[in-house]
């Protein structure tokens, strides 16, 4: 709760923090309305003075001429005069040269006085012309008083219809609903949506791209700060410069544009397009109704070098298929050789192990010729064996066979 005292009785009463700013506000409104009015008033008198400044400056010029022409009228009459005295007492042939000299002055005085009269024409249409400048230059000062009338009002209305909640947001909806407003008439082709990838650790609010048969040839990262005259911190536009050129270097795009209500006391951002590549490359700062000229414009100067974008993607895709030929040709080189190498060593090992083949081979061979010859001499043996030669050691196995002998022949 918030307690206010009565400047006339004195009273103390205490209001919610809902009904204090009500009352904070209406005060500024009003000390608002008092500025505005305050300037209405330096613009009018300013005018004022402009204008008479103009008609003095006006009639000291006619007037100086006005007096040098009747000066050197007076000049002429004097001579007129002494001419007339002189002929009082001349002869004839003076009197004529008198009277002619006089027709001369005359019609000189005549001329004069069509000089004049020619002159004080011009000084009419001098008048005429320059009361139009005064009209042109006042119906300019109102029409600039009208815009920044106009200028105050939005922003009236438009600070009037935020909440503490819709800070920041309320802004990038309206950038968004211009543009989805235009978006099929003046952008058909074009990108515009919220900038969600958040794998670099941070985002803009907003990614512009637009494209050609497949060429890119613009990208813009939109980035959009507001704040309430109740927050408690007051941010500067280069607060977020240096946060922006990030993002905008992170998600590969040409131009970087900060959309912004913060500091609108400053005039050298309420001016107009404020271009602030100094600090930091191809950035800009705009306050909200320059959101679509500004893309507008950097669009229409990038389509201007399309044509180069081409040419410049047609020798880059050159340059990356000879790449990619190279690439191609490094790699059958190495896998040609890698294969190479494993063949040459299977084929080796397979030799070895032919050769091993082979050994073995001949190692059974020479046992099995060993062992035809061992079965030779066993069947040598074998056919060479007899009843005499078994039983030749053997007296009792001999006296068997005879006696089987005998009895089978019986």
Same mark, same amino acid.
């Given at each position: 709760?918030?307690?206010?005292?009565?400047?006339?009785?004195?009273?103390?009463?205490?209001?919610?923090?809902?009904?204090? %700013?009500?009352?904070?506000?209406?005060?500024?409104?009003? !000390?608002?309305?008092?500025?505005?009015?305050?300037?209405?008033? #330096?613009?009018?008198? =300013?005018?004022?003075?402009?204008?008479?400044?103009?008609?003095?400056?006006?009639?000291? !010029?006619?007037?100086?001429?006005?007096?040098?022409?009747?000066?050197?009228?007076?000049?002429?009459? =004097?001579?007129?005069?002494?001419?007339?005295?002189?002929?009082?007492?001349? $002869?004839?042939?003076?009197?004529?040269?008198?009277?002619?000299?006089?027709?001369?002055?005359?019609?000189?005085?005549?001329?004069?006085?069509?000089?004049?009269?020619? +002159?004080?024409?011009?000084?009419?249409?001098? $008048?005429?012309?320059?009361?139009?400048?005064?009209?042109? *230059?006042?119906?300019?000062?109102?029409?600039?008083?009208? *815009?920044?009338?106009?200028?105050?009002?939005?922003?009236? #209305? &438009?600070?009037?219809?935020?909440?503490?909640?819709?800070?920041?947001?309320?802004?990038?909806?309206?950038?968004?609903?211009?543009?989805?407003? +235009?978006?099929?008439? %003046? &952008?058909?082709?074009?990108?515009?949506?919220?900038?969600?990838?958040?794998?670099?650790?941070?985002?803009? $609010?907003?990614?512009?791209?637009?494209?050609?048969?497949?060429?890119?040839?613009?990208?813009?990262?939109?980035?959009?700060?507001?704040?309430?005259?109740?927050?408690?911190?007051?941010?500067?536009?280069?607060?977020?410069?240096?946060?922006?050129? =990030?993002?905008?270097?992170?998600?590969?795009?040409?131009?970087?544009?900060?959309?912004?209500?913060?500091?609108?006391?400053?005039? +050298?951002?309420?001016?107009?397009?404020?271009?602030?590549?100094?600090?930091?490359?191809?950035?800009?700062?705009?306050?909200?109704?320059?959101?679509?000229?500004?893309?507008?414009?950097?669009?229409?100067?990038?389509?201007?070098? *399309?044509?180069?974008?081409?040419?410049?993607?047609?020798?880059?895709?050159?340059?990356?298929?000879?790449?990619?030929?190279?690439?191609?040709?490094?790699? &059958?080189?190495?896998? &040609?050789?890698?294969?190479?190498?494993?063949?040459?060593?299977?084929?080796?090992?397979?030799?070895?192990?032919?050769?091993?083949?082979?050994?073995?081979?001949?190692?059974?061979?020479?046992?099995?010729?060993?062992?035809?010859?061992?079965?030779?001499?066993?069947?040598?043996? %074998?056919?060479?064996?007899?009843?005499? =030669? *078994?039983?030749?050691?053997?007296?009792?196995?001999?006296?068997?066979?005879?006696?089987?002998?005998?009895?089978?022949?019986?």
């Amino acid at each position: 709760m918030q307690e206010i005292k009565c400047p006339k009785c004195g009273e103390v009463f205490a209001v919610d923090e809902s009904g204090y %700013a009500q009352i904070v506000q209406q005060i500024r409104d009003s !000390e608002f309305e008092k500025e505005l009015k305050r300037r209405e008033k #330096d613009l009018e008198e =300013k005018k004022e003075s402009d204008l008479e400044i103009i008609r003095l400056k006006q009639e000291e !010029e006619l007037n100086r001429k006005l007096s040098d022409q009747k000066l050197e009228l007076s000049e002429k009459d =004097k001579m007129i005069e002494q001419l007339k005295g002189k002929l009082k007492n001349s $002869d004839t042939e003076k009197e004529l040269a008198v009277s002619r000299a006089l027709h001369e002055k005359e019609q000189e005085i005549s001329e004069k006085i069509n000089q004049i009269t020619e +002159l004080e024409g011009r000084l009419s249409s001098k $008048d005429n012309e320059n009361r139009l400048q005064v009209e042109t *230059l006042q119906k300019q000062h109102e029409n600039e008083l009208k *815009l920044k009338e106009e200028q105050i009002e939005y922003y009236k #209305d &438009f600070k009037a219809r935020l909440s503490t909640k819709m800070v920041g947001e309320s802004l990038e909806q309206h950038c968004l609903n211009q543009f989805n407003s +235009l978006r099929m008439t %003046a &952008f058909p082709t074009a990108y515009f949506e919220k900038d969600n990838d958040v794998r670099t650790g941070s985002k803009g $609010d907003f990614i512009f791209r637009d494209s050609v048969d497949g060429v890119e040839f613009i990208s813009i990262m939109f980035e959009m700060k507001n704040e309430m005259d109740e927050t408690a911190t007051k941010h500067k536009n280069e607060d977020f410069f240096k946060e922006l050129d =990030k993002d905008r270097r992170e998600k590969k795009c040409e131009y970087a544009v900060l959309v912004s209500l913060l500091e609108m006391d400053n005039e +050298l951002y309420n001016n107009g397009i404020v271009d602030v590549s100094y600090q930091y490359d191809k950035m800009y700062v705009i306050r909200p109704q320059f959101f679509i000229p500004m893309i507008t414009l950097l669009r229409n100067a990038a389509l201007n070098s *399309l044509e180069y974008r081409r040419e410049l993607e047609v020798v880059r895709n050159q340059q990356v298929d000879i790449r990619h030929f190279e690439e191609n040709m490094n790699k &059958f080189k190495e896998g &040609f050789a890698r294969n190479y190498d494993l063949a040459s060593r299977k084929f080796k090992t397979a030799i070895d192990e032919i050769d091993k083949t082979i050994q073995h081979l001949q190692k059974t061979k020479d046992a099995l010729l060993a062992s035809e010859n061992n079965l030779r001499l066993a069947n040598n043996k %074998a056919e060479d064996l007899s009843i005499k =030669k *078994l039983t030749k050691n053997a007296p009792a196995v001999k006296e068997m066979f005879e006696e089987q002998n005998q009895n089978g022949g019986g």
